[in-house]
């Protein structure tokens, strides 16, 4: 009889600590930098596909550029919803839509921003970096440099993320923006140089600072300049050449910048929601 009390106490004790398995499982991510993941990819691609074919022909432009949306999931889910108030064609996120490169992290900000009526695309911020978040972040989104043309404006999204590489690689790569100057020519008249961390800022590899700004000056009638990383809403013409780079504020300080480019010229407004 004591021999079948202890088995079934045995029993017990191994159900209890089945249950807690399986609580535990519910609460705490067992594989946060885990690359295999669920859900759409290469989503700059599809999305940029999409730009080109709603903008084709238009002589105004109308976008959102926003950026360091990272753990700030009822912000985002707020601009979502004023986003979607207002006749916009896209949306720009300029990276670093998570804090630690954890993969449920993208997930969740992915799924967000999928309930935008217009198409995203999201550049590579330095957050998004740790960890496996690179790989996770191309599987996704796809490569971290990459352009698109909406109406006669190309835009030329770049990882500016230096110091995550280490500078073991060229960011940004000069030799991505030069096979940009070769493609798509006849195809847009003007450009806009997307990036997340903007020259000068810690994270740019500042040593090649004045060969950047002579790229970027190689395109055609570039308009402006958008960042993100530095948390705060500012503009400046950091190298005094009629260039501005726009920088977004967070999603905790609850605004973006909305462009309108026209055919002769642009204006922006900070939505605050």
């Known amino acids: 009889m004591a021999k079948r009390s202890k088995n079934v106490c045995h029993l017990l004790a191994l159900g209890m600590m089945a249950l807690l398995w399986a609580s535990c499982n519910d609460v705490f991510d067992i594989h946060p930098y885990d690359v295999d993941f ?3 990819t290469d989503i700059n691609k599809h999305n940029s596909d999409s730009i080109r074919s709603k903008c084709r022909n238009k002589d105004t432009l109308r976008f959102v550029v926003t950026g360091d949306t990272q753990g700030w999931y009822d912000e985002l889910r707020a601009l979502v ?23 449920h992290e993208f997930e969740r900000q992915r799924k967000i921003l999928d309930g935008l009526k217009v198409p995203y695309v999201v550049l590579i911020g330095n957050h998004d970096c740790l960890g496996t978040g690179i790989e996770v972040y191309k599987k996704m989104f796809g490569d971290t440099n990459f352009s698109f043309i909406a109406g006669n404006v190309k835009f030329v999204c770049l990882n500016t993320n230096a110091l995550e590489y280490d500078y073991s690689e060229p960011i940004p790569d000069f030799d991505y ?5 070769d493609k798509d020519i006849g195809e847009y008249e003007r450009t ?9 800022n810690e994270q740019f590899n500042n040593n090649v600072v004045k060969a950047f700004n002579h790229y970027v000056c190689l395109f055609p009638n570039v308009l ?16 005094s050449n009629g260039i501005y780079y726009f920088c977004c504020d967070s999603a905790n300080h609850r ?19």
Not at 177 to 181: P, Y
Not at 192 to 200: E, N, R, Y
Not at 224 to 239: G, I, K, M, P, S
Request: charged share 20%; proline share 4%; glycine share 6%.
């Open 81 to 103: 919803k004023d986003v979607n108030k207002h006749n916009v064609d896209f949306v720009i996120h300029g990276g670093d839509v998570t804090n630690y490169g954890a993969t």
């Open 255 to 273: 605004s973006y910048i909305l462009f309108t480019v026209t055919p002769d010229s642009y204006s922006y407004e900070l939505v605050e929601y």
């Open 38 to 40: 669920g859900g759409e």
């Open 192 to 200: 806009v140089i997307c990036m997340h961390a903007p020259p000068f």
């Open 224 to 239: 402006f300049c958008t960042a993100a990383h530095v948390h705060r809403f500012e503009y400046n013409d950091l190298f």
């Open 177 to 181: 923006m030069e096979t940009e100057l």
